[in-house]
């Protein structure tokens, strides 16, 4: 059972360009999500967060935006970069519980 | 900031061998760290959650006769597979969290153990 649902396994994006990662869950108990990147045989990232209270986190280039009744999150990254090419994983969490990961979305940044 | 390291990063053995990961906390003390096994375009899986100074908490599906693991220290947790086979072939990666960062404090990871096993 995939609580937490990348359904884009891969992602191509013009350089300069906006990058937008979705993700969705289903258990309406998470609390917290996140979001990692990871690259070829490196562990994960972490890159941005977001608190269920919350609607938008903004960090830089990067935004994570929580849409709490429709149980989806994403990241936007803008503009997109070069070395922004990389697997990016959501995760959420339920109190101080495991993390749940999603299956990842790969994605390109072509120059 | 908060630095997990893993080791090693790569290694290769014979079915039926045992290999063991360290991974450490450098920055922090983590009185639990947590091994991730991933598979090819898979999503990273929880294995274990290590508690330092008692046993180890195992997933659903996890052998804990295969896949030991020692927190013998604050900064130290192993993951030791036994009689390994060619299906344990994977990337195994640990992670921790730093405390003093309060509840909601990221995850740091390893940089990952890319087993191979012939």
């Known amino acids: 059972d995939q609580q937490v649902k990348q359904n884009s396994p891969s992602l191509s994006v013009q350089e300069g360009r906006i990058s937008i990662l979705n993700c969705d869950y289903t258990n309406s108990m998470f609390d917290y999500f996140l979001w990692y990147k990871k690259y070829p045989a490196e562990g994960p990232t972490f890159l941005i967060s977001i608190s269920s209270i919350k609607d938008k986190n903004e960090d830089g280039r990067f935004t994570v935006f929580l849409n709490k009744s429709a149980k989806h999150l994403s990241l936007h990254i803008v503009p997109s970069q070069p070395g922004d090419s990389a697997v990016y994983f959501c995760?959420?969490?339920?109190?101080?519980?495991?993390?749940?990961f999603g299956t990842g979305t790969r994605l390109t940044i072509i120059p | 900031g908060a630095v997990v390291s893993q080791h090693p990063s790569r290694v290769i053995c014979k079915s039926g061998t045992s290999v063991k990961i360290e991974c450490r906390s450098l920055?922090?003390?983590?009185?639990?760290m947590f091994w991730y096994r991933q598979f090819p375009k898979q999503s990273l899986m929880l294995m274990a959650t290590?508690?330092?100074?008692?046993?180890?908490?195992?997933e659903q599906g996890v052998e804990k006769d295969k896949f030991l693991i020692n927190h013998a220290s604050l900064t130290l947790s192993t993951l030791t597979v036994t009689s390994a086979h060619p299906e344990d072939s994977s990337f195994y990666i640990c992670?921790?969290?730093?405390?003093?960062?309060?509840?909601?404090?990221?995850?740091?990871f390893g940089n990952g153990t890319r087993l191979t096993v012939t």
């Open positions: 995760a959420a969490l339920f109190g101080n519980e495991k993390l749940t």
């Open positions: 290590s508690n330092e100074g008692s046993k180890a908490t195992y």
């Open positions: 920055d922090f003390q983590a009185t639990t």
């Open positions: 992670s921790a969290r730093d405390p003093t960062g309060g509840e909601s404090s990221p995850l740091h």
